[in-house]
């Protein structure tokens, strides 16, 4: 008996599948780039669906080369967005690789959307489960942090989705993570950053979470615990809905603008900037083709934001970046922000 197929090779399959031989192709109308000679009705998908290098980076100490009185907030930091979306359907996979594999190649900032669902926090990206759930992600980040004591990662915890059959509000289940589930209370206990209830909290210097997860919050709870997501002490550029791929022109002024912010910008705000966008609420901008992978790994006569901002950083090497955030990151945009460092 023939086993199956495992799950990312149909996805591919289904995305290389010959579909414009019915006259409309991943990007859509008749009106789109005529294919290239030769190359055959798998042409759109040709870059766009290339895997990417990420996992040849290494950079899992990189943080041990900076003095422990640096801020979070004057830091370059590579991050994923939609992080545990590597195993997902066409329009909602953002990412190729696991989190360990992330975290090696450089990734200090992930985004976590947890669906609060029968009193625990299962992954979802909008209404789609990701086969994950929180614990999978506090083990996996214990695991590394472990390994790797000099690093910290910024974890942005959101709630996704519906909430459904629950006993208790979602701050009571991120309790019951933090002290009470046997399966992450202890590695929390070691492992997360405790945020001071009684100042302000803004983005600690670099010595006092190393070994830590601080959390970017998300959700609401009486007491902070982490940094407010969108709050005073950051600064965020999330421009996410675009028509059709050629408003990638207007995505990547918005990332640039963002770059300049934060090299000009007030020291201790926390400057995040996502490369990610995709569809608008409507289905038509997925028929032009502008899904995830299009607009981070580009497609035919467009050039993606990945391989912009990498360019954009190399030619501009100079001043922080803040947290970059990302779908499909290559090694090169990983070392082009690193290389934004204090050294």
Same mark, same amino acid.
């Given at each position: 008996?023939?086993?199956?197929?495992?799950?990312?090779?149909? @996805?591919?399959?289904?995305?290389?599948?010959?579909?414009?031989?019915?006259?409309?192709?991943?990007?859509?109308?008749?009106?789109?780039?005529?294919?290239?000679?030769?190359?055959?009705?798998?042409?759109?998908?040709?870059?766009?669906?290339?895997?990417?290098? @990420? !996992?040849?980076?290494?950079?899992?100490?990189?943080?041990?080369?900076?003095?422990?009185?640096?801020?979070? &907030?004057?830091?370059?930091?590579?991050?994923?967005?939609?992080?545990?979306?590597?195993?997902?359907?066409?329009?909602?996979?953002?990412?190729?690789?696991?989190?360990?594999?992330?975290?090696?190649?450089?990734?200090? &900032? *992930?985004?976590?959307?947890?669906?609060?669902?029968? =009193?625990?926090?299962?992954?979802?990206?909008?209404?789609?489960?990701?086969?994950?759930?929180?614990? =999978?992600?506090?083990?996996?980040?214990?695991?590394?942090?472990?390994?790797?004591?000099?690093?910290?990662?910024?974890?942005?915890?959101?709630?996704?989705?519906?909430?459904?059959?629950?006993?208790?509000?979602?701050?009571?289940?991120?309790?019951?993570?933090?002290?009470?589930?046997?399966?992450?209370? =202890?590695? $929390?206990?070691?492992?997360?950053? $405790?945020?001071?209830?009684?100042?302000?909290?803004?983005?600690?210097?670099?010595? &006092?979470?190393?070994? +830590?997860?601080?959390?970017?919050?998300?959700? !609401?709870?009486?007491?902070?615990?982490? *940094?407010?997501?969108?709050?005073?002490?950051?600064?965020?550029?999330?421009?996410?809905? @675009?028509?059709?791929?050629?408003?990638?022109?207007?995505?990547?002024?918005?990332?640039?603008?963002?770059?300049?912010?934060?090299?000009?910008?007030?020291?201790?705000?926390?400057? *995040?900037?996502?490369?990610?966008?995709?569809?608008?609420?409507?289905?038509?901008?997925?028929?032009?083709?502008?899904?995830?992978?299009?607009? &981070? +790994?580009?497609?035919?006569?467009?050039?993606?934001?990945?391989?912009?901002?990498?360019?954009?950083?190399?030619?501009?090497?100079?001043?922080?970046?803040?947290?970059?955030?990302?779908?499909?990151?290559?090694?090169?945009? *990983?070392?082009?922000?690193?290389?934004?460092?204090?050294?």
């Amino acid at each position: 008996m023939t086993a199956p197929l495992p799950r990312r090779t149909l @996805l591919r399959a289904f995305a290389l599948a010959p579909v414009a031989a019915a006259g409309i192709g991943l990007l859509g109308s008749t009106r789109a780039v005529s294919a290239p000679p030769g190359t055959g009705s798998t042409w759109i998908a040709t870059g766009s669906f290339e895997p990417t290098d @990420l !996992d040849e980076a290494d950079h899992a100490d990189w943080m041990a080369a900076l003095p422990d009185g640096v801020s979070l &907030a004057a830091l370059s930091i590579p991050g994923t967005h939609d992080t545990m979306a590597y195993d997902a359907s066409l329009v909602s996979l953002t990412q190729e690789h696991d989190l360990p594999t992330q975290l090696r190649a450089g990734i200090r &900032a *992930i985004d976590i959307r947890t669906r609060h669902f029968r =009193d625990r926090f299962s992954l979802h990206h909008g209404p789609e489960y990701l086969h994950a759930n929180f614990t =999978d992600v506090v083990r996996s980040c214990a695991r590394f942090l472990t390994e790797h004591p000099s690093e910290t990662i910024l974890m942005r915890v959101k709630s996704e989705f519906t909430e459904a059959e629950n006993t208790r509000d979602f701050a009571a289940t991120w309790r019951w993570y933090v002290k009470d589930n046997p399966d992450t209370a =202890d590695l $929390l206990a070691r492992h997360l950053w $405790l945020a001071d209830a009684a100042t302000p909290v803004v983005a600690p210097v670099l010595g &006092a979470v190393r070994g +830590k997860i601080v959390v970017l919050q998300e959700f !609401d709870t009486e007491a902070p615990v982490g *940094i407010a997501w969108d709050g005073a002490a950051t600064a965020i550029q999330d421009d996410y809905q @675009l028509t059709d791929l050629p408003s990638i022109e207007r995505k990547f002024a918005a990332v640039t603008d963002h770059l300049a912010a934060a090299r000009a910008g007030d020291a201790d705000l926390l400057f *995040i900037n996502h490369l990610s966008a995709t569809f608008a609420e409507d289905l038509v901008p997925i028929a032009r083709g502008t899904l995830p992978v299009t607009v &981070a +790994k580009g497609a035919p006569g467009v050039t993606g934001m990945v391989p912009r901002t990498a360019a954009h950083l190399r030619a501009h090497p100079r001043g922080r970046t803040g947290v970059v955030i990302a779908d499909f990151p290559t090694a090169e945009l *990983i070392a082009a922000i690193l290389a934004c460092n204090p050294v």
